[in-house]
């Protein structure tokens, strides 16, 4: 149920972000023409990561495959599985934000320590190209970043109201997230030593 796909050269990262959105574009149409014909719906998440890799043949003599290994495609697809949990579509990494904020639209989503992993991640959404980015997402990703703060800041109250907008007016999946959280954490605070990191048990 997963494909890695393996991008190389000095712009690795955008293209691995471009192909991204391609995708999440011909999914939308195959969504819409599945919805018109009363099939079920496919949906996917994608997860991407830069880093070195073991790249080669990999294997027995009679069971051998060429392939990516390491640290990199693990945390790939640890992010990748993350879309489930915030309902996203797209997730990259905090090195793969850094090559490409300047292309795209991204906001911060959170700060997570993944299965199998103690140190933590810092994880972006792609929301489009710069170029092509309208008002909306803009605001999405300016209230949202700004309920990220405050939460992390535990002003609860402050953090609700800036999710609770998004939710209310984008249906925004990820401030739902949020939403049930700051409400758990309102009945029983974190520790004073929380640093606002979530930990994924899941892939």
Not at 4 to 16: I, Y
Not at 127 to 152: D, H, M, P, S
């Amino acid at each position: 149920d997963e494909i890695m796909a393996v991008f190389e050269g000095a712009r690795k990262e955008l293209s691995a972000c471009k192909s991204a959105m391609e995708i999440r574009k011909a999914m939308a149409e195959q969504k819409e023409l599945a919805r018109l014909s009363s099939e079920n719906v496919v949906s996917v998440g994608i997860g991407i990561h830069s880093g070195p890799v073991v790249f080669g043949s990999v294997g027995a003599k009679d069971r051998m495959d060429f392939t990516s290994i390491g640290d990199t495609v693990n945390l790939a697809a640890r992010v990748e599985g993350a879309n489930k949990t915030y309902g996203t579509k797209s997730l990259i990494t905090g090195v793969v934000y850094g090559k490409v904020k300047e292309s795209y639209l991204c906001r911060e989503i959170d700060v997570l320590t993944v299965k199998g992993k103690s140190q933590p991640a810092r994880i972006y959404e792609i929301l489009q190209e710069q170029a092509r980015a309208g008002e909306k997402l803009r605001r999405i990703k300016k209230y949202y970043e700004a309920g990220l703060a405050l939460y992390r800041r535990r002003r609860w109250e402050e953090a609700s109201r800036a999710f609770a907008y998004l939710r209310r007016e984008y249906r925004d999946e990820p401030s739902g997230v949020f939403l049930r959280r700051i409400e758990l954490y309102q009945r029983t605070p974190p520790p004073p030593d929380w640093n606002g990191v979530f930990a994924m048990s899941v892939k």
